[in-house]
């Protein structure tokens, strides 16, 4: 990545560190993201994440370490970074009081965009974002899925060429979600670098490369595919306990065979990774009959649970 | 890395914040019905015992023309008379709560109006009685205009006067005197209470965050906010201002070119208060309480609004100059009701502009450390 030509970089980061007093929320982070990608930052509540992208926004100053974003340094001057970049906080910010037309405008203003100009602009981003109801409607009556979409809307009034999104589908119904995935697409369809955050492993399938992020640090980074195939290099079985058997000593038994590697609740069923293939028929002779069992392919929620979670160490 | 001030973008902000007071039932009561409401408690109280208040006279001139100034004050219906022998005798009445007010009219009153000299008629007051004095006050106001216009025609009308002195209580307590220090009452709730809610509420729902996201400044941002209050708070002024001169009669004795100066630098002032309260406490909750304990609190009652300043724990008594509100009640009252021009004012004057000059560099300070990164 770092041969890559600067013309094709929209975000670069080098050894970033944010330290809050003693506390290090960002700890030496490395990336860079391509013109046009979709790029995912996933981890838990606390990771370190929304701290990076303010510092991406221009709304932190780091404690060491060097970003780039849309081919400028904070040292360039703020503003050039600001103008070129749009920020979708992860807390809702529009304002309840006012409408939806009266928000976007004050956005449109505060970016310098006016009169017909931004009118215009208004009605093609409703449009985009698929917002079918009156502009005079207060904010405050919006579902939370319509006031994401004005969110997004409010954020990219200006054309920016990076959107950072944090956690933009959290506390909206699945499917508010999945049409908030297709937006995304499209904007990165149209050439926008779009760096999100999100704590839903299945959005996370979404985008083309991903950075896990755990107490500051990245601790995996690629494709989602990558991802997998790096962390489950062995067979992964999904089994669904009887219902007569749901508790049992079944569980602390497989646990204890030398052959799984780890056994994970997922939902109703449970993950079970086997370390060493040529096993697998021993393992799966432990497990009660009576249990459903298939070989799975990993999610990345497994890969998330794998890394993250169980603190997993390749 | 500076960029442009650009008015756009102020108004931009102004325009949404006129919008959010427009909208907030809270924000407009307050504004409204506060000035209304504080005036009517406060100056209803000057109306009860409105007839009759006992004066004790000693007219030690005995012309008509001294003659015709008692007359006046007995048929006004305000004083029940009673003659003393002697000026002593009219201040025992005072002191023995005989009475509530004393007229002494010298011996060369008469000649004195005949001539092109002052002549000169004092009224002592019992300075401790607070319900009384600003009533007997307007009353002479009142009276003197009559007895010059209508009892005394032959002589220029100038040259009477009436001298008003206070005994017991030498910075007059009356709650006439707090008519004019409600505008400072109202100027603090208005400017450090809603500026600091307005402010502290952009951080506590994120939207500051997304204000700075942008190109806008911090400076410009303030700008934006303030404006409004800034004009609420003139408008309550002005209220409360028109209330007390037409409503309640209180005078107005001094130049509006001095009282104006004043309100402005105290509303400077609160609002730089208030955005320095927002930016520290940054949640709503916190900013409303600070503001009581250190805005409105000290204003009601430490600044000489209720209780004279000079009864106070001499600590208190430096303690209270940190107040804005001690400054303008002495500019607010001084212009009311002594007439006092810059010369007479020039020490809250300046201790408005020294304050000002501090909490605008705490709140800059404060604020770019928080807003610049
Ligand atoms: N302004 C701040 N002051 C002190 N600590 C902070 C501040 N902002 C964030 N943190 C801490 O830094 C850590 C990372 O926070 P954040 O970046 O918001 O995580 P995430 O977005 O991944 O949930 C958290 O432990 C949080 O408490
Ligand atoms: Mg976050």
């Known amino acids: 990545m770092v041969s890559e030509p600067n013309a094709v970089i929209a975000v670069d980061i080098r050894k970033l560190t944010v330290k809050f007093g003693e ?16 790029f995912g930052f996933l981890g838990a509540n606390g990771a370190g994440k929304t701290t990076t992208i303010r510092v991406l926004c221009g709304l932190l100053v780091p404690t060491s370490g060097h970003v780039r974003v849309a081919g400028y340094a904070p040292e360039d001057g703020l503003e050039k970074i600001k103008t070129r970049v749009g920020y979708m906080s992860q807390r809702f910010t529009l304002y309840d009081d006012l409408t939806v037309a009266e928000n976007l405008k004050f956005s449109g203003s505060l970016r310098g965009i006016v009169g017909r100009k931004l009118e215009q602009r208004i009605e093609e981003l409703l449009e985009f974002v698929g917002f079918s109801r009156a502009t005079g409607a207060f904010v405050k009556d919006l579902p939370g899925g319509i006031k994401q979409q004005v969110s997004l809307a409010a954020s990219i009034l200006h054309d920016p060429e990076i959107v950072f999104l944090d956690e933009p589908t959290s506390g909206v119904t699945p499917g508010a979600r999945e049409r908030f995935w297709k937006l995304i697409r499209e904007l990165a369809g149209k050439g926008k670098t779009v760096f999100v955050t999100t704590h839903y492993m299945d959005e996370a399938e979404h985008c083309e490369r991903i950075a896990l992020m755990k107490d500051g ?35 602390p038994q497989l646990r204890a065979h030398p052959a799984v590697e780890s056994i994970e609740p997922y939902g109703m069923r449970y993950h079970l990774v086997i370390s060493d293939p040529a096993r697998l028929g021993e393992v799966k002779a432990q497990i009660p009959p009576s249990f459903e069992i298939s070989q799975t392919a ?9 890394l993250v979670e169980a603190g997993f160490i390749k | 890395m500076k960029w442009q001030m650009k008015w756009s973008r102020i108004i931009a902000v102004l325009r949404k914040e006129v919008f959010h007071i427009l909208r907030d039932p809270f924000t407009l009561a307050l504004a409204l019905a506060l000035p209304l409401i504080l005036v009517l408690v406060f100056g209803l109280a000057i109306e009860f015992n409105i007839r009759e208040l006992r004066m004790a006279v000693h007219d030690g001139d005995r012309t008509y023309q001294s003659r015709g100034l008692t007359e006046v004050l007995g048929s006004s219906g305000y004083f029940k008379l009673t003659n003393e022998v002697s000026p002593v005798a009219a201040m025992g009445a005072l002191e023995g709560e005989r009475a509530k007010a004393a007229l002494i009219i010298e011996k060369n009153f008469g000649k004195q109006l005949g001539s092109e000299q002052v002549a000169r008629a004092q009224v002592l007051l019992d300075g401790s009685d607070n319900s009384t004095v600003g009533l007997i006050l307007g009353y002479l106001n009142g009276v003197q205009k009559i007895a010059e216009h209508k009892f005394l025609p032959e002589v220029a009308s100038s040259n009477l006067e009436i001298r008003t002195k206070y005994l017991f209580n030498g910075e007059l307590n009356s709650r006439w005197f707090t008519v004019p220090g409600l505008l400072a009452i109202v100027i603090a709730i208005l400017s450090i209470l809603l500026t600091s809610l307005t402010i502290a509420r952009e951080w506590e729902n994120g939207s500051m965050e997304l204000l700075l996201s942008t190109p806008i400044r911090p400076l410009e941002i303030v700008i934006g906010k303030l404006v409004p209050y800034l004009v609420l708070g003139l408008g309550a002024a002005t209220f409360v201002y028109l209330l007390a001169r037409l409503g309640f009669g209180v005078p107005f004795r001094g130049s509006h070119f001095v009282l104006i100066p004043g309100v402005l630098l105290f509303i400077t002032a609160y609002l730089t208060q208030g955005l320095l309260i927002s930016v520290i406490t940054r949640r709503q909750q916190l900013a409303m309480q600070l503001s009581m304990m250190t805005g409105l609190l000290p204003s009601i009652l430490l600044s000489g609004f209720i209780f004279p300043i000079e009864n106070m724990p001499p600590f208190f008594q430096v303690f209270t100059s940190i107040l804005p509100a001690k400054w303008f009640i002495q500019i607010s009252r001084g212009t009311f009701l002594s007439g006092s021009g810059f010369a007479e004012l020039a020490t809250p004057f300046l201790a408005l502009f020294v304050l000002n000059g501090v909490l605008i560099m705490l709140a800059t300070k404060n604020f770019k450390k928080d807003l610049e990164p």
């Open chain 1, 23 to 38: 506390f290090t929320a960002v700890d030496q982070v490395s990336l860079s993201v391509r013109k046009g990608e979709i």
């Open chain 1, 298 to 306: 990993p999610s990345l929620e497994d890969v998330f649970i794998r």
């Open chain 1, 217 to 251: 640090k990245i601790i995996a980074l690629d494709s989602p595919g990558g991802l997998k195939a790096s962390t489950f290099r062995t067979p992964l079985l999904e089994i669904l306990p009887s219902r007569k058997m749901a508790e049992g000593s079944w569980l």
